[in-house]
C-alpha cells in the first residue's frame, strides 16, 4: 500500500514537472513579444526607419537616427511598454483578489478617481505643468483606493463589498469630472477630453523613471503573493483555512493594483480595456496559477499596448489616433470573442 502511494505521488509530481516546465518554456516565449512590438513601434514614423537602423541607433546613439530614437521614438515606445506592464497586473490582480473575471482599474474607480483630478489641474490650475496634471491624477487615484478600503473596513472586507464601494466611487468622480467640464470654458474642456483619450507623446525620461518605479516596484511584492493568491480564488474560507490572512491580502491588492494603475493613467490619461483583455489573455494561454499568471499579464499588456500605438500611428497617417481609442476598438471584438468560446470555463 505504501509502495503503491509512493507510485502514485510520483506519477502526481512528474505529471506537475512537466506542466510547469511548459508553461515556463510558453512564458519564455512570450517574453519576446513586448521587444519586438518595441522593435516595430521604434522603426514606424515620419522618417521610417529600418529595424537594423534601430538597433544600431538604440546601441550606438550617434547621428540622425540616434536622435529620432533616444528624443522621440524610445521614450514613447518605453512608456507604452509600462503602461501596458502596470494595467494588465492591476487588472489581473483585481479580477483575482475580487473574483470576478470583469474586474479592473476601472471596477475600483481609481482611473475615475485619476480623471478627476486631472480634470481638477486643468479647469482649477489652469494645467501649466504636465506634472501638475499627473501629480493630481496619481493623488486622487490613490485616495480613491484609500476611500475603497475605508469603506470595506466598516464591514467585513468582502470581494462584494469592494466592488460596491468602488462603482460608487466611480459614479462619485465621474460626475464630478462632468459637472467640472460643464462649468469651463471650451478650451478647458477640449484639453480635459483629449487627456481621457489617451496619449503617449508627451513621455519624456523623468516621466518614464517615475512611472517605472510606481509599475515595476509592486511586481515582485505580488510575486512574493502568487501562492495566496492562488487559494484565494478557491473562496475567501478555503483560503483563510489554508492560513491567509484574507483581509490583508486584499487590502494590499487593491493598493498595489492602484499604485501600478494611477503609475500609468497619471502620465498616458485613460487607456481602456487593457487590464481586462491582457489577463483574460494570460489565462487562455498559461492558466490561473498567478506564478506564470502575472508575468504573462504583463507581458502581454506591455506587448498590446505597444502593439495598439503602431496601429495608432498607420491606420491614419499623418494623423495619430490617441492610444485609448485604439486600445478599445481593440478590445471589444476580443470580449465577443470571449463570449463566443464561454469564457466563463476559465475561471
Known amino acids: 500500500m505504501t509502495e503503491q502511494l509512493a507510485q502514485a505521488a510520483a506519477r502526481v ?23 519586438l512590438a518595441a522593435l516595430l513601434s521604434m522603426s514606424i514614423g515620419s522618417a521610417d526607419l529600418s529595424l537594423a537602423e534601430v538597433v544600431g541607433a538604440v546601441f550606438n546613439p550617434v547621428g540622425l537616427a540616434a536622435d529620432i530614437i533616444w528624443d522621440l521614438r524610445l521614450p514613447r515606445t518605453l512608456m507604452a511598454l509600462l503602461a501596458g506592464f502596470g494595467l494588465a497586473l492591476s487588472g489581473t490582480v483585481s479580477q483575482s483578489i475580487l473574483r470576478n473575471p470583469l474586474a479592473s482599474p476601472f471596477t475600483l474607480g481609481v482611473a475615475s478617481g485619476a480623471g478627476f483630478g486631472a480634470v481638477l489641474a486643468i479647469v482649477c490650475l489652469g494645467g501649466r505643468s504636465e506634472w501638475l496634471i499627473a501629480a493630481l491624477a496619481f493623488a486622487f487615484a490613490l485616495l480613491c483606493s484609500l476611500l475603497v478600503l475605508a469603506v470595506a473596513r466598516i464591514r467585513r472586507a468582502s470581494a462584494e463589498t469592494l466592488i460596491l464601494s468602488g462603482v460608487a466611487l466611480m459614479y ?15 478650451e478647458e474642456v477640449q484639453q480635459t477630453v483629449f487627456w481621457f483619450f489617451g496619449n503617449l507623446s508627451k513621455a519624456g525620461w523623468p516621466e518614464i523613471g517615475l512611472a517605472g518605479l510606481m509599475i515595476l516596484v509592486p511586481f515582485p511584492l505580488l510575486m512574493c503573493a502568487s501562492w495566496d493568491l492562488n487559494l484565494l480564488m478557491h473562496g475567501d474560507e478555503e483560503a483563510a483555512s489554508m492560513g491567509v490572512n484574507v483581509q490583508r491580502l486584499r487590502g494590499v491588492g487593491v493598493v498595489l493594483s492602484a499604485l501600478m494603475a494611477a503609475g500609468a493613467i497619471c502620465f498616458t490619461g485613460v487607456i481602456g480595456f487593457v487590464g481586462l483583455v491582457a489577463p483574460h489573455m494570460a489565462r487562455m494561454l498559461i492558466g490561473s496559477d498567478h506564478r506564470f499568471l502575472l508575468p504573462a499579464s504583463g507581458l502581454l499588456g506591455a506587448a498590446l499596448v ?24 481593440l478590445g471589444v471584438p476580443f470580449f465577443f470573442y470571449l463570449l463566443a468560446k464561454k469564457a466563463r470555463r476559465l475561471w
Open 306 to 329: 505597444a502593439g495598439a500605438d503602431v496601429l495608432a500611428r498607420t491606420v491614419w497617417p499623418p494623423q495619430v489616433v490617441p492610444i485609448g481609442i485604439m486600445t478599445s476598438f
Open 172 to 186: 462619485l468622480f465621474s460626475a464630478l469630472t462632468s459637472l467640472m467640464q460643464y462649468i469651463s470654458p471650451l
Open 13 to 35: 509530481r512528474a505529471v506537475y514537472h512537466g506542466l510547469a516546465s511548459r508553461k515556463a518554456w510558453l512564458l519564455a516565449l512570450m517574453a519576446a513579444a513586448p521587444p
